[in-house]
């Protein structure tokens, strides 16, 4: 099935799409620079303009879970444990997140893991394979707070199509947010995608508790924004 872009919106996502992130010089601890060093060429995926042999990377067959925005890892060490008949494949391009997923993946044993550290936008543009993936994660990207650098949000309507077609019939996307802001904007854009369909219907966010596609740890992040008085939005969509 074919993606649907106009070749406008090709050529934007190709060679000028606005990067959700900044590469800022920021911390990393000396555990996690080890863990960059000896830890995470077992786990790598390295980018390059070919679809992926998931069969190939992971050592078996199995349904792919993509997560874009790994963080310190927490959250995908987790669903990887609890759901050791899946492989995840993990986007992040911070050093110490990614420090950080490989130290938790040999702490815990995990081998349903790997990761890219790569613009996600690149990956799935250039190595996910249509009708490919049995669900995507995407938790709290950065809300990119100011009105003015909201076109940095990585949930954009092109990307959200481009995204979709990877997804399989039946495959879900999951995404949460703690910025109000954002999570209206999530729901415009998801709506608008017609190959998603809402798991509980048009206009309405998702309830967590006793529904096995919004299962997540309750991470760090996620307490200290609650504390704070932060809501939580979640959104999963099924793919048509």
Known sequence: ???????????????????????RRGHISAAQSRAIDELFPTYQVQYKKAPIDAEAVFGRSAPLILEIGCGMGETTAAI????????FLGCEVFV????SLSKLLNE??????RIAKHDA??????????????????????????ARHHKR?????????????????????????DWENYAEQMLEVLEGEEQ???LHGKGNFSPVMGNPLCERPRTKFQARGERLGYGIWDLVYTRI
């Not at 110490?96 to 420090?99: K, L, P, R, S």
């Not at 815990?108 to 893991?113: A, R, S």
């Not at 190595?127 to 100011?146: C, Q, T």
């Not at 949000?153 to 947010?177: D, W």
């Open 121 to 146: 936008v690149e990956i799935v543009r250039d190595m996910i394979a249509e009708n490919s993936l049995a669900g995507v994660h995407i938790y709290f990207p950065d809300p990119w707070r100011k």
């Open 196 to 198: 998603l369909t809402n």
């Open 96 to 99: 110490a997140g990614v420090g």
């Open 108 to 113: 815990k044993g995990l081998t349903n893991v």
């Open 1 to 23: 099935m074919a993606t649907d872009l106009t070749p406008e919106q090709l050529e934007e996502l190709k060679n000028r799409h606005i990067r959700s992130f900044v590469m």
């Open 153 to 177: 949000r990585l949930i954009q309507p092109e990307f959200v199509k481009l995204l979709s077609s990877r997804i399989a019939p039946g495959g879900y996307l999951h995404c949460a947010t």
């Open 80 to 87: 990887a444990e609890a759901h050791p008949e899946l492989n």
